[in-house]
């Protein structure tokens, strides 16, 4: 069992950067692929990032490739993601997920936890 819990969201102008963080809770949490996703108003839920156990393999969406920088602390039960040169487009609501299936290019149906998502507003 992993229970994961997000925080770092905000209000930021484009261009900007805000980094968010997801503690998990459980003794296995090196055991997961770790990743993020985010949802806009109206839209689906999509990938934006996913790593492998040790951190040393990355995905990214190509809409945030090279903007975003997803990176975990297997010691600390954390995985972070950071975001720079933020665009008005990146306005979501980011949720942190886990899951043991497939691959760190997490897909929705391979996500075992999810946390409580955090809201991203980027302003033009």
């Known amino acids: 069992q992993v229970a994961l819990v997000e925080s770092g969201g905000g209000l930021v102008q484009a261009g900007g950067s805000l980094r968010l963080s997801c503690a998990a809770s459980?003794?296995?949490?090196?055991?997961?692929?770790m990743g993020w996703f985010r949802q806009a108003p109206g839209k689906e839920r999509e990938f934006v990032a996913g790593?492998?156990?040790?951190?040393?393999?990355?995905g990214y969406a190509d809409s945030v490739k090279g903007r975003f920088t997803i990176s975990r602390d297997n010691a600390a039960n954390t995985v972070a993601l950071q975001m720079n040169s933020l665009k008005p487009e990146d306005t979501a609501v980011y949720y942190c997920?886990?899951?043991?299936?497939?691959?760190?290019?997490?897909?929705?149906?391979?996500?075992?936890?999810w946390g409580q998502g955090t809201q991203v507003n980027v302003s033009s």
């Open positions: 997920a886990a899951g043991r299936r497939g691959s760190y290019y997490l897909i929705l149906s391979q996500v075992d936890y």
């Open positions: 459980g003794r296995t949490f090196s055991n997961y692929y």
């Open positions: 790593i492998n156990w040790s951190g040393g393999r990355t």
